[in-house]
Each structure stands twice: as C-alpha cells, then as structure tokens.
C-alpha cells in the first residue's frame, strides 16, 4: 500500500487528499466516519493551546498546512 503514495509522490496535491485515498483503494467508507475512529490518536502538543491563547489576544492568527482541509478543524 505505501507503494502507491510513493508513485504518487508527496509533490502531488493527491498525495493529501483523503477522498482521493478513499476511491483509490476503493473503500466503502466516509472520510468523516474514518477520522472519527483514530481522533483519539491525536494528540496536541502540551504548550500550543496556552501559546495560541496568548498569542491571539495581540495578534490575528491565521491557519496554514499542508493538510487537507478535512483534517483541520476550525473554531
């Protein structure tokens, strides 16, 4: 399987695209569904809620990553 990501390449916008993995391999699953099973093996950096709060109350922050939106979660 990981043979395929390397043919696609970490240059391809695909290489991100959790919908382009899902048809790919032909998996009967909705990406929703899919993260909703492993969000618990994410974990956030201890400092970084603190440091964002801090750094929001003088500063406008903006959001960017090379992940797909699906895996960014914006409040």
């Known amino acids: 399987m ?3 990501y390397d043919k696609v390449g970490e240059g391809a916008i695909e290489w991100y695209d959790i919908k382009y993995w899902l048809q790919f391999f032909e998996l009967n699953k909705d990406w929703r569904t899919l993260l909703g099973q492993y969000a618990d093996k994410i974990r956030v950096y201890p400092d970084a809620k ?3 709060s801090r750094l929001k109350e003088r500063h406008r922050l903006i959001l960017t990553s090379n992940a797909g939106r699906e895996f960014s979660r914006l409040s």
Request: hydrophobic letters at 50%; glycine letters at 0%; a negative charge.
């Open 50 to 52: 603190p440091m964002l």
């Open 2 to 4: 990981e043979a395929e």
